[in-house]
T-cell receptor, first 113, second 115 residues
Framework: DADVTQTPRNRITKTGKRIMLECSQTKGHDRMYWYRQDPGLGLRLIYYSFDVKDINKGEISDGYSVSRQAQAKFSLSLESAIPNQTALYFC????????????FGSGTRLTVV | KNQVEQSPQSLIILEGKNCTLQCNYTVSPFSNLRWYKQDTGRGPVSLTI?????NTKSNGRYTATLDADTKQSSLHITASQLSDSASYIC??????????????FGAGTILRVKS
């Protein structure tokens, strides 16, 4: 099994719908992150969490929300999806030092029509 | 502004040939520089991590260099294989308060190895 598992792998949704992307990890890491990848751009940080009670906005958090249900689970929600949220979304984890040991999931390809 | 720029955007080489990918950055305060390989449909996987004091690091056929004075890095791939076809992403880690670091990602270089 993968260390960081994202579900679903692919999703097509309509504008205005609420959608949740889920991430679970078996690394035992405290820190979890959600990134977005668009063609021709580097990954950009949406939200991050250093432990279950800690949630922080990244550089592009507008239109997104997150929930850290447990140390191993971190979900990303789009409350009302819009077409420019079409992108590849990655969950990642790291250990407390954060300088080493980043592990990425395989990604969720989201299309908003 | 913290930025990481990579060149070329894309590259096609013949199997068995060598290639070098470039990365320039303006990120501070600098913590470390990483190269990741991202296969199509997969998440990035770390190839090398270099701190300020390291100027060369190898991982099999991959060799990364770092010049912290000029803020440049390169990734050299030797004797390329078809499986090297992927996007190669340069990532610079900036110290971020007392909690660790913040990663700044380049857009990647798409490498295609042809037989």
């Amino acid at each position: 099994d993968a260390d960081v598992t994202q579900t679903p792998r692919n999703r097509i949704t309509k504008t205005g719908k609420r959608i949740m992307l889920e991430c679970s990890q078996t690394k035992g890491h405290d820190r979890m992150y959600w990134y977005r990848q668009d063609p021709g751009l580097g990954l950009r940080l949406i939200y991050y969490s250093f432990d279950v009670k800690d949630i922080n906005k990244g550089e592009i958090s507008d239109g997104y929300s997150v929930s850290r249900q447990a140390q191993a689970k971190f979900s990303l929600s789009l409350e009302s999806a819009i077409p420019n949220q079409t992108a590849l979304y990655f969950c990642a984890t790291s250990d407390f030092r954060a300088d080493y040991g980043y592990t990425f999931g395989s990604g969720t390809r989201l299309t908003v029509v | 502004k913290n930025q990481v720029e990579q060149s070329p955007q894309s590259l096609i080489i013949l199997e068995g040939k060598n290639c070098t990918l470039q990365c320039n950055y303006t990120v501070s305060p600098f913590s470390n520089l990483r190269w990741y390989k991202q296969d199509t449909g997969r998440g990035p996987v770390s190839l090398t991590i270099m701190t300020f004091s390291e100027n060369t690091k190898s991982n099999g056929r991959y060799t990364a260099t770092l010049d912290a004075d000029t803020k440049q890095s390169s990734l050299h791939i030797t004797a390329s294989q078809l499986s090297d076809s992927a996007s190669y992403i340069c990532v610079v880690s900036a110290k971020f308060g007392e909690y660790g670091n913040k990663l700044v990602f380049g857009a990647g270089t798409i490498l295609r190895v042809k037989s």
